[in-house]
């Protein structure tokens, strides 16, 4: 194999990407910090990223600018921190509220819990937008409070600042402005940059495909997931990643106090409970279990999380993260707390027969109209609006059965429900059934 080219100026690494030159290390580490920094003009940076997303990148080359994205900021470290560190990391989804669950269960199982967390992009919800629900909560944490916070809770939620991966903002902003944003070695370094720059001993990922997914095809988000893998081992942390199916919202509830709700009652009840999203977090729980060297094996990790839920220990973790970050505790003694939306409407079947679909794209689009997210970054959240769904795929329907709740402030009643009937489609026959995990790449 050639060697890989070590252009002295952007302009010729530039050249060689567009003729699909493979690049250097160097190159990577010399000019990703200069884009940190604001010092590379946005309009070479933008023809170096359609260079990319049209010849692609090594695995050699995807791991050097996830590191220059890494050393473009701070690197976050717990010194005093003894236990094995292991965070998630979801790709983004609809009704994803995994995190609230599997990070307490972790955590109460002996493993520290750093989680680094995004806002709501595009259709898809962010889980610092859903903690953000409770009145108080502190999400910009320095060091020093994750550590605190990390020491007293066991796990954190913080949002990622500007300190962190500067690079990946840069590079993020015009990716978006560039019809960049799909390019697959650019999502995986974009969310790694993130990740890696804080300590952690291992890290579990769940790569989302299906309606929802960022990569719909199962075979983009594989690859994708391979890459994330291979990133992450490359730079000497364990990781393994889940391919979880993202063609209908997970679990019943849209929209960001809701789903901490949903998320909260799980957690206090037993977690034989059946859900999609007990599934998810015993999957990836066990998996972080395993590569903390806390068990052996699946059966294992999942028997230990079963037990910190059944004793109510991974609520216990809950309630200290909300306390240790400063949030109104009362409010996850009772969700029923949480500000209601001002109009509430229900989306009732129009026909007997099975659903065979609930579109996770469509709904989160629509979520997103409601209030649930932004359409553009300054836009303010409402935290109240959403979908609450009494069924899912494959569920058998009356008609005029409550299907939907829609929570709203704002928009048209009707319009929403048109969106509703166009995204939850009933047929006559049961679908086939799809698994919700389809596999473990290590
Ligand atoms: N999340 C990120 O942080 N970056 C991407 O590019 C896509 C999802």
Not at 36 to 45: A, C, I, K
Request: charged share 25%.
């Amino acid at each position: 194999m050639a060697t890989p080219q070590n252009p002295q100026t952007f302009l010729e690494g530039i050249i060689a990407k567009r003729d699909g030159e493979e690049l250097s290390e160097q190159f990577y580490s010399r000019f990703i910090h200069s884009i940190g920094e604001g010092v590379v003009p946005d309009y070479q940076v933008s023809a170096f990223l359609m260079a990319v997303y049209l010849r692609g990148l090594s695995e050699g080359e995807m791991l050097a600018l996830t590191e220059g994205i890494v050393d473009s900021g701070k690197r976050i470290a717990f010194p005093n921190i003894k236990l094995p560190l292991v965070d998630k990391h979801s790709t983004g989804g609809v009704g994803d509220k995994v995190s609230f669950l599997v990070g307490p269960l972790v955590a109460a199982c002996g493993v520290a819990v750093p989680l680094t967390a995004g806002r709501g992009l595009g259709h898809t919800g962010g889980t610092i937008d859903k903690l953000e629900s409770i009145p108080g909560i502190k999400t910009q944490l320095s060091v020093e409070e994750m550590e605190r916070v990390l020491a007293q809770a066991g796990w954190l939620i913080a949002a990622q600042g500007p300190e962190l991966a500067p690079a990946d903002g840069v590079l993020y902003r015009l990716r978006d402005a560039t019809g960049t944003v799909a390019s697959l070695p650019l999502i995986a370094s974009s969310i790694m940059g993130k990740k890696l720059a804080v300590e952690n001993d291992a890290l579990v990922l769940d790569v989302k495909f299906g309606r929802g997914a960022f990569m719909a095809q199962v075979e983009r988000a594989r690859e994708l997931g391979k890459a994330m893998v291979a990133i992450a081992e490359g730079a000497g942390r364990s990781c393994r990643a889940l391919l979880t199916n993202m063609d209908q919202p997970l679990g019943f509830a849209v929209g960001n106090s809701l789903e901490l709700g949903e998320a909260v009652k799980l957690l206090r009840a037993l977690p034989g409970s059946p859900s999609d999203v007990v599934e998810v977090t015993l999957a990836l729980g066990a998996q972080m279990l395993i590569l903390a060297g806390i068990v052996e094996g699946e059966p294992e990790g999942r028997e230990r999380l079963e037990e910190a839920w059944v004793k109510g220990w991974g609520y216990e973790r809950l309630f200290s993260l909300v306390s240790a970050q400063g949030g109104d505790v009362s409010f996850i003694e009772d969700t029923e707390k949480f500000t209601e939306a001002s109009k509430k409407t229900a989306f009732k079947a129009p026909r007997d027969g099975y659903i065979i679909a609930m579109d996770a794209y469509q709904i989160g689009e629509l979520a997103r109209s409601m209030g649930a997210g932004r359409e553009s970054m300054e836009d303010e959240i409402d935290h109240s609006a959403g979908l609450v769904f009494s069924a899912k795929v494959g569920d058998e329907v009356e008609v005029g059965e409550e299907l939907v709740e829609l929570h709203f402030n704002r928009g048209s009643e009707s319009d929403y429900l048109t969106r509703v009937e166009k995204a939850v489609l009933i047929g006559d026959e049961p679908p086939e059934e799809l698994p919700l995990i389809l596999e473990v790449l290590k």
